[in-house]
T-cell receptor, first 116, second 113 residues
Framework: GAGVSQSPSNKVTEKGKDVELRCDPI?????LYWYRQSLGQGLEFLIY????????KSGLPSDRFSAERTGGSVSTLTIQRTQQEDSAVYLC??????????????FGAGTRLSVL | GESVGLHLPTLSVQEGDNSIINCAYS??????FIWYKQESGKGPQFIID?????DKRQGQRVTVLLNKTVKHLSLQIAATQPGDSAVYFC????????????FGKGITLSVRP
């Protein structure tokens, strides 16, 4: 597609369940990022991929959160044993090679996760 | 710790007036700055960027100003339109970092008809 695609757009789950969020980056973009946005807040960095490797996982809030990327394209963010505080919009972005001096990140519309 | 922040949480302007959205940053190692616009239910959309070797950059109806002396970034929108109503975020990237952007909390721009 022309832009970053995320699915599902909305996800309602029960506390304790696992969820998987998917991100399809812009074709040809080697870098991929996950962010979390709580209501009325800015964007909280979670993890960054360059190709299939994740050189920066510093933003993952706990070991319940993990992410992978395969084929240098699609990425999934998995949250295990969801908690109510995990409720937020999860945004994915992609960009060209990270070493460029200017590296504009393009965002998807996000997945709104609600943990009941 | 170092952070990116915005001076005002909300800004209300009359349609047709110019808008100025301000952002303070504290990381002197940042070399690249971006402004994003986020409309309700959508992801952030790139507006304009500026590198630290510049102090001004103009786009279509928007201008970004960078004052490295006082670590201040601003976004100016000319002839504000109802479609400009959104939340605006500034973001910075630290030199040598892996392109991780640090975002401010955002400011809501509301355009009065």
């Amino acid at each position: 597609g022309a832009g970053v695609s995320q699915s599902p757009s909305n996800k309602v789950t029960e506390k304790g369940k696992d969820v998987e969020l998917r991100c399809d980056p812009i074709s040809g973009h080697t870098a991929l990022y996950w962010y979390r946005q709580s209501l009325g807040q800015g964007l909280e960095f979670l993890i960054y991929f360059q190709g299939n490797s994740a050189p920066d996982k510093s933003g993952l809030p706990s070991d319940r959160f993990s992410a992978e990327r395969t084929g240098g394209s699609v990425s999934t963010l998995t949250i295990q044993r969801t908690q109510q505080e995990d409720s937020a919009v999860y945004l994915c972005a992609s960009s060209h090679d990270r070493v460029q001096a200017k590296n504009i990140q393009y965002f998807g519309a996000g997945t709104r996760l609600s943990v009941l | 710790g170092e952070s990116v922040g915005l001076h005002l949480p909300t800004l209300s302007v009359q349609e047709g007036d110019n808008s100025i959205i301000n952002c303070a940053y504290s990381n002197s190692a940042s070399d690249y700055f971006i402004w994003y616009k986020q409309e309700s239910g959508k992801g952030p959309q790139f507006i304009i960027d500026i590198r630290s070797n510049m102090d001004k950059r103009q786009g279509q109806r928007v201008t970004v100003l960078l004052n490295k002396t006082v670590k201040h970034l601003s976004l100016q929108i000319a002839a504000t339109q109802p479609g400009d109503s959104a939340v605006y975020f500034c973001a910075e990237r630290e030199t040598g970092a892996n392109s991780k952007l640090t975002f401010g909390k955002g400011i809501t721009l509301s355009v009065r008809p």
